[in-house]
């Protein structure tokens, strides 16, 4: 599969328990974004990097809430000591230099916080 | 502020019926992309269209077009002959525009559209 790669899908932890997700782009993509979405509504931009530089974080992205992209390849998206609001899929998306300007979006990080 | 409305948040059709998915933004930019995307319930976001503001023309892709208004700053969707695999949530999202490029969309809060058989 070549498309773009979330893991885990679902993630369930208590309170204050810190989660790690994942993000494999497409391979020839340098850019790639996280959004989060709650029930009902769109996604909301978080962040993105274009290869290893994490070029804007939103508001949205508290201090508890750090993403990496260390070699410009796969991304995480950290939350410490998460709270029941950070409950949401996250999703990854990702974006070559050419083309349609088209977002590729992964499949989504489901985070159930309890 | 830019924004993005869908003033529908359901639509329930009878396969074969035509359906329209309304979406009105708001953006102070002169350059700007506007896109549908679609979310069947596997929960992966689908591209449809991007639309740049300059290029008005309307555009059609198999039972798909889509109807480009600067003059209403709208970017309404047409479903025509539905059928049941329709049945989604369908997004319309404005993309600021600046030197780098940026996807950093802003979204509407989407159209569930369901197709009955």
């Known amino acids: 599969d070549t498309g773009v790669s979330q893991n885990p899908r679902h993630k369930i932890t208590k309170r204050g328990q810190n989660v790690t997700f994942r993000c494999d782009p497409i391979s020839e993509h340098n850019r790639l974004y996280w959004y989060r979405q709650t029930l009902g509504q769109g996604p909301e931009f978080l962040t993105y990097?274009?290869?290893?530089?994490?070029?804007?974080k939103s508001r949205l992205l508290s201090d508890r809430f750090s993403a990496e992209r260390p070699k410009g390849s796969f991304s995480t998206l950290e939350i410490q000591r998460t709270e029941q609001g950070d409950s949401a899929m996250y999703l990854c998306?990702?974006?070559?230099?050419?083309?349609?300007?088209?977002?590729?979006f992964g499949e989504g990080s489901r985070l159930t916080v309890l | 502020a830019q924004k993005v409305t869908q003033a529908q948040t359901e639509i329930s059709v009878v396969e074969k019926e035509d359906v329209t998915l309304d979406c009105v933004y708001e953006?102070?930019?002169?350059?700007?992309?506007l896109f549908w995307y679609k979310q069947p319930p596997s929960g992966e976001l689908v591209f449809l269209i991007r639309?740049?503001?300059?290029d008005e023309q309307n555009e059609i892709s198999g039972r798909y077009s889509w109807n480009f208004q600067k003059s209403t700053s709208s970017f309404n969707f047409t479903i025509t002959a539905s059928q049941v695999v329709d049945s989604a949530v369908y997004f319309c999202?404005?993309?600021?525009?600046?030197?780098?490029?940026?996807?950093?969309?802003?979204w509407g809060l989407g159209t569930s559209l369901a197709v009955n058989p």
């Open positions: 998306a990702s974006l070559g230099g050419l083309g349609t300007g088209e977002l590729f």
């Open positions: 990097f274009q290869n290893e530089a994490q070029l804007e």
């Open positions: 639309r740049n503001s300059f």
């Open positions: 999202a404005l993309s600021e525009n600046n030197a780098g490029n940026n996807r950093k969309l802003i």
């Open positions: 953006t102070r930019d002169t350059t700007y992309y």
